[in-house]
Each structure stands twice: as structure tokens, then as C-alpha cells.
């Protein structure tokens, strides 16, 4: 009677992982996706400008991304503690999971366990973090930040300057396009981990 008191505990715990791992990863790809289909979109489409635009989007990105990032964190481990529980308790949780095992599309097709499926799901969620470090912070998230400082100094010199303004004006809005892309990448890899996930409840 113990054993099964236990079995069914750890179950419950183990599925309380997967939820927070699910509707951390599901929660935060809905988010960024909103911000390349929806806000960036406004933004550009409103004439804003460019200075503007670029304190905006700074100040967007400050916020959002200090949320964000502990959400992360949160799903990845999650999800790997999840993996983890079901790699070292199989056979305590064998009996309790016998049916969700059996309607997992993910394990059934794939052929791969249940221990995979959810540090696929880990891995997955956490590869934002790296796309984030490399792909945009050296390259979008730098020069508009730059933007953001320099744009209104750069309107406020002399006339001769003006041609760069505008030049500065266009790759702004260059910058926030190529960002929002990139952004929507990292929004379809959190929704490919929310999804594996989803697969395991």
C-alpha cells in the first residue's frame, strides 16, 4: 500500500513538472510571437520615429526579456527534472503511467522514451538562451541600443548631418524588422518545446 501511495505521489509530482514546463515554454512562445506578428508590426506601420522607435523597442526589450528569461529557465528545468525523475524512478512510476504512456503519440511514433521526449523538450527551450546570446545581442540588440542613445543627438547637429539621420533612420527600422524575424525564430523553438511537452501530460 506504500509503494503505491508513493508511486502515485511521485507521479503527481512528476506531472506537476511537466505542466509548469508546459505552460512556462507555451506562455512565453505566445508572447514573443505576439511581439514580431503584432507590436513590431504597429510600430513600423505608425510612422514612429526613428529615435523613438529605438527607445520603443529598448525599452520593450528591457522588460520583456527580464520576464522572459527566468521563464526560461523555469520550463527548461522543469522539463529536465521531469526527464530526470522518470530515468531514475521507472519502475516506481511504471504502473502509474502505464495508460498516459500508451496515449503518448510522441513515444509512439518516434520510438524513443519518455526520458527523451522531455530532455528534448529541456533542450529545446533552453536553446533560446544561446540564440539570443549569439544571434542577437551582438548584432540587432547592440546597434539599437546604440540607436536608442545616438538617433536624437544625431537630428540635433547641423544640417549636414541630416542625410545621416535618415540613413540612421532607415537601418533603425532595418534592424527592427531583422530582429522581430529572428525573435519569431526563437518563438517557433519555444513552441516546438511546449509542444514536445504537451505530447507527455
Same mark, same amino acid.
Given at each position: 500500500m506504500s509503494g503505491t501511495t508513493d508511486s502515485n505521489y511521485l507521479f503527481s509530482f512528476v506531472h506537476s513538472a511537466?505542466?509548469? @514546463?508546459?505552460?512556462?515554454?507555451?506562455?512565453?512562445? @505566445?508572447?514573443?510571437?505576439? /511581439?514580431?506578428?503584432?507590436?513590431?508590426?504597429? %510600430? %513600423?506601420?505608425?510612422?514612429?520615429?526613428?529615435?523613438?522607435?529605438?527607445?520603443?523597442?529598448?525599452? &520593450?526589450?528591457? &522588460?520583456?526579456?527580464? %520576464?522572459?528569461?527566468?521563464?526560461?529557465?523555469?520550463?527548461?528545468?522543469?522539463?529536465?527534472?521531469?526527464?530526470? &525523475?522518470?530515468?531514475?524512478? $521507472?519502475?516506481?512510476?511504471?504502473? /502509474?503511467?502505464?495508460a498516459v504512456r500508451r496515449s503518448n503519440v510522441f513515444v509512439h511514433y518516434t520510438g524513443l522514451s519518455e526520458v527523451v521526449q522531455l530532455a528534448i523538450a529541456s533542450g529545446l527551450v533552453i536553446s533560446v538562451i544561446p540564440i539570443t546570446t549569439f544571434f542577437l545581442e551582438p548584432t540587432y540588440n547592440k546597434r539599437?541600443?546604440?540607436?536608442?542613445?545616438?538617433?536624437?543627438?544625431?537630428?540635433?547637429?547641423? $544640417?549636414?548631418?541630416?542625410?545621416?539621420?535618415?540613413?540612421?533612420?532607415?537601418?533603425?527600422?532595418?534592424?527592427?524588422? @531583422?530582429?522581430a524575424y529572428v525573435n519569431s525564430v526563437r518563438a517557433a523553438v519555444l513552441g516546438a518545446g511546449f509542444f514536445v511537452g504537451l505530447l507527455s501530460l
Amino acid at each position: 500500500m506504500s509503494g503505491t501511495t508513493d508511486s502515485n505521489y511521485l507521479f503527481s509530482f512528476v506531472h506537476s513538472a511537466k505542466l509548469i @514546463g508546459v505552460a512556462s515554454s507555451g506562455l512565453l512562445s @505566445g508572447y514573443l510571437f505576439s /511581439a514580431s506578428t503584432s507590436t513590431v508590426p504597429a %510600430l %513600423l506601420t505608425a510612422r514612429v520615429p526613428a529615435d523613438k522607435l529605438a527607445r520603443v523597442w529598448n525599452d &520593450q526589450y528591457a &522588460q520583456a526579456w527580464s %520576464l522572459a528569461r527566468p521563464s526560461v529557465w523555469v520550463a527548461s528545468f522543469a522539463f529536465a527534472f521531469a526527464s530526470y &525523475q522518470r530515468y531514475t524512478n $521507472t519502475p516506481a512510476l511504471t504502473n /502509474a503511467t502505464n495508460a498516459v504512456r500508451r496515449s503518448n503519440v510522441f513515444v509512439h511514433y518516434t520510438g524513443l522514451s519518455e526520458v527523451v521526449q522531455l530532455a528534448i523538450a529541456s533542450g529545446l527551450v533552453i536553446s533560446v538562451i544561446p540564440i539570443t546570446t549569439f544571434f542577437l545581442e551582438p548584432t540587432y540588440n547592440k546597434r539599437l541600443e546604440l540607436a536608442a542613445m545616438s538617433m536624437e543627438a544625431s537630428r540635433s547637429k547641423e $544640417t549636414s548631418t541630416v542625410k545621416v539621420a535618415i540613413l540612421d533612420e532607415y537601418a533603425v527600422k532595418e534592424d527592427v524588422k @531583422g530582429w522581430a524575424y529572428v525573435n519569431s525564430v526563437r518563438a517557433a523553438v519555444l513552441g516546438a518545446g511546449f509542444f514536445v511537452g504537451l505530447l507527455s501530460l
